[in-house]
């Protein structure tokens, strides 16, 4: 278990220049946190480059990227991409002629899933075929960055992996009762871990989030010994969630989303890089806030613990671009009702008995209750049904100001880090965007 430990200085150094380069271990889909660490590699004058984890073609089977999803995925990443696939996982991997474990999950029903069992040895064997093939893609990729990355240059690999819920339709619908569900409608997220639907997905959570951080270290041990005969530094950086610190009741206090079922596999993350730590190798976890994106958005409520950025914007800063925020945020609303009502809910959301009693670091992850369902399914429902359009919500004006904030934080933190596991909370956030915007 981590010690929480809050990122509360402001970082300024910079090792990284023109003619370094930064490296994007996952592939870059659409609008997330790795974009502002890419907008800071970009003004450092960084060459940009990156990988692809391939596509599956009608037989299931990895591939490279054809000529035309080449030329757009890099014209998206705004740099080279590495055209071997390093998809990570074991889902789909299986020795030759026996099922993989998404063919084993497909005779499981929402009846019976609880009960339904996995042949054991049978997974092992395809995990050490997927962890097999994942080193060996790793591998190729890694001799050429080789020669791509000069001697003397500094290399920022920013790990982005995470994920790994196989694709079986019966995890959809118990996915939506577990997050989403209340009264008759809710599952306890136990019932899943306790079944072997649930194990297999943890286990598969494990290799895609954690492991791969791990591999990447140990692959690019030649490179990193290289560039330090020749005066360059390596650094690591991978996004963790353990929660964050938010203002309530007028202080930051740690709070976190329950139930996130990644959470022991983003732990195992952390472990990953204070073990690098250990051996002298700069690699951080920065557990970052919650945000909405698409991948989150089946987590209704995770978007609750955004809105009480709004008073840390104050709380930190000169007021003027932050009060034109709150007018933003104000305008998104109905007519008639009032941005400090909905902040005025979300203290008494916190407040409540049941959403307090998950405040526990200690005990993190949690599993969900019915009762906690009721509060905080029932409170996200009822403040987004207080908007204009459900396309156009504060928690997405939020979001994308929680994301501009987090970038500068750990490029310029990554040059002298503090150590392996670090949490940007709405503090640290708040001041760096009002430095962002100061006049």
Known sequence: MSVLTPLREMPVGNIFRKGDVFVLFGELFGRGYVNGLLDEARNAGMTILGITVGRRDENQQLRPLTAEELAAAEANLGGRIINIP???GFDLDAPAGTPNPTDLLADFKLTTWQDAKLDWAQ???????GVARFKSSLAQVMAELDQAIPDGANVFFAHTMAGGIPKTKVFLAIANRIYKGRGDRFLSARALLDSDLGKMILKNFDEVTANTFQHLIEASSGIRARLAKSGGETRYTAYGYHGTEILIGGEYQWQTYTNYTQGKAKMRLEDHAA???GQGIKAVVF??????????????GVELSLFPLLNALLKEGDGGWAHEQWKICQGLLNDGVELQSILDRIEAYNADSTIASF???EAWPMDNTAELADVMVGTSEEITSLHKDRKAL???HLSALVLEGTGPLIFHEASAPHGPVLWLNHDIIARQLVKMHKA
């Not at 557990?287 to 209704?300: A, H, K, L, Q, Y």
């Open 86 to 88: 390093l998809m990570a």
């Open 287 to 300: 557990n970052c806030p919650e945000i909405r994106t698409n991948s989150s958005d089946i987590f209704v």
């Open 275 to 277: 073990a690098a730590w």
């Open 359 to 361: 405040r526990n670091f």
């Open 394 to 396: 504060i928690t997405d």
């Open 123 to 129: 997974i092992e064997r395809c995990r050490e075929v």
